[in-house]
Nanobody, 128 residues
Framework: QVQLVESGGKLVQAGGSLRLSCAVS????????MAWFRQAPREERQFVAA????????NYADSVKGRFTISRSTAENTVYLQMNNLKPEDTAVYYC?????????????????????WGQGTQVTVSS
């Protein structure tokens, strides 16, 4: 099991930037991908971005391409989400998730059901 703890969410004005962090406790030898999802009130959880833990390959939702960047530090066991040019529609609780590559190869990186472990979430609010 992977334990995940997000941080960095806060209130920011539209056009601003924010960096989220996810501290990861991870067992060595596992082939994992890490992802960020978000969920706004009364909406379903939405894929934001994913990264291969070892190789660093990335995937993004169309809605955040060119504005958000996912990265990771294997030395610090941390996943980051750099968010630039934030918009009010980016307002949501942001969740960090971990999933096995074998499973994600079948269901796809953007499918929430492919991720076994989740953090508690961090609130991001973008004011207009």
């Amino acid at each position: 099991q992977v334990q995940l703890v997000e941080s960095g969410g806060k209130l920011v004005q539209a056009g601003g930037s924010l960096r989220l962090s996810c501290a990861v406790s991870i067992r060595t030898g596992r082939d994992l991908a890490m992802a960020w999802f978000r969920q706004a009130p009364r909406e379903e959880r939405q894929f934001v971005a994913a990264i291969h833990w070892i190789r660093g390959h990335t995937n993004y939702a169309d809605s955040v391409k060119g504005r958000f960047t996912i990265s990771r530090s294997t030395a610090e066991n941390t996943v980051y989400l750099q968010m630039n040019n934030l918009k009010p529609e980016d307002t949501a609780v942001y969740y960090c998730a971990a999933g096995a590559l074998k499973t994600l190869a079948t269901v796809g990186y953007s499918a929430s059901r492919g991720y076994d472990d989740w953090g508690q979430g961090t609130q991001v609010t973008v004011s207009s």
